[in-house]
């Protein structure tokens, strides 16, 4: 398999949280989206991130349908190890998650972020390249303490987010918030049960690569890769 990513990518990073968690093996090819490559685009016309090319090359796009692609594949045969709950209204709730984490995170934060702070960085001036827009910045930043407090209160009212046990919940927000952290807008002393609850995540074996990534231009805070912090 090919999974088609950007390191800081929530989304990227939750199917490569996936992949790793059932013990697939995947080949990372880093892709630049305003690069608008044609190899790129005859895999996923829409241009957006990831793509996992599976079995006989074919493309999946975007992280639900590959998500719901590898537990239909993988999840199934993993008994104990499903990152999807055996009930429907358990899975339910997963999903719901998944979507606040992967959808709604990324749309109230970390695009805005992740785009000024890093992307600009990489950009030609011509494709949206240079100084970081001060005011989406400030506006993403307005909304992480909101999702933090909920982040808080979650990992304060159960063992793990979404289930009895871990799931594609915590993939999904362990992803997101990774890159939060990467970047140093969580102030963890405001959160100490999200805290508590994203050390037992990030010591996972799957979280081991996504701890290990860097990026030209920014450097992660000291405490990145620290399981205890």
């Known amino acids: ?11 990227s990073r939750f199917v490569r949280l996936l992949l790793a968690e059932y013990g697939v093996s995947a080949e990372l090819r880093e892709e ?3 690069e608008r490559r044609a190899e ?3 895999l996923n016309p829409a241009g957006t991130l990831p793509v996992l090319v599976a079995e006989a090359g074919v493309p999946v796009c975007g992280a639900h349908p590959i998500a719901e692609y590898l537990d239909e594949t993988r999840g199934v045969m993993a008994r104990d190890r499903r990152l999807m709950p055996e009930y429907p209204l358990e899975r339910a709730e997963v999903r719901r998650l998944v979507d606040w984490f992967i ?3 990324e749309s109230d934060v970390l695009r805005a972020l992740v785009r000024e ?7 030609p001036a011509d494709r949206g390249g240079g100084a970081p827009d001060s005011g989406a910045m400030r506006a993403a930043r307005a ?18 987010l979404g289930a009895k046990s ?3 919940a915590d993939m999904a927000a362990g992803a997101a918030v990774s890159v939060l952290d ?3 807008e969580i102030d963890w002393n405001e959160a100490p049960q999200a805290r508590d609850w994203y050390s037992r995540v990030k010591s996972r074996p799957a979280f081991r690569p996504l701890l290990g990534d860097r990026v030209r231009g920014l450097t992660p805070v000291s405490h990145y890769a620290d399981l205890d912090f």
């Open 103 to 105: 959808l709604k995170l």
């Open 166 to 168: 871990v799931s594609a």
């Open 143 to 160: 909304n992480v303490r909101q999702h933090l407090r909920y982040l808080n209160w979650l990992a304060g009212t159960r063992d793990w």
């Open 182 to 184: 990467y970047m140093g």
């Open 32 to 34: 630049r989206p305003w």
């Open 1 to 11: 398999m090919i999974l088609h990513h950007q390191p800081m990518s929530a989304p």
């Open 117 to 123: 702070r890093i992307d600009k960085l990489h950009m």
């Open 40 to 42: 790129f685009l005859a």
